[in-house]
């Protein structure tokens, strides 16, 4: 996955965003209604690999963001319990070895 799923800055958006403003404040209020939705969207995506427990896959989340604890903590727990911070340069190897474990 490349990048986090935020909401377009929409008419919509901006409205919904407004309303949990003025109910939590700014700043939770923007968490509430743009940081966990898109989070939760990247957690269904994330799920789409792995449907079985027998099945296996390699997920990657392609943006530094989600090195930050407010993301990554919205994050299924498997994942984040196998999380790897992994150099660009160096994920082409990674995921081979991964692979010649399955």
Do not use: W
Request: hydrophobic fraction near 35%; charged fraction near 35%; glycine fraction near 4%.
């Amino acid at each position: 996955m490349v990048g986090i799923p935020f909401d377009k800055m929409n008419v919509k958006t901006k409205l919904y965003l407004k309303y949990y403003e003025k109910l939590y404040g700014k700043r939770k209020g923007s968490y509430y209604a743009y940081i966990v939705p898109a989070m939760r969207r990247a957690s269904q995506s994330l799920g789409r690999a792995l449907r079985a427990k027998e099945e296996k896959a390699v997920l990657i989340c392609g943006d530094e963001r989600y090195r930050e604890k407010r993301f990554l903590n919205l994050l299924p727990e498997y994942f984040q319990r196998k999380a790897e911070i992994v150099d660009y340069a160096k994920i082409h190897e990674k995921v081979k070895n991964v692979f010649n474990q399955f």
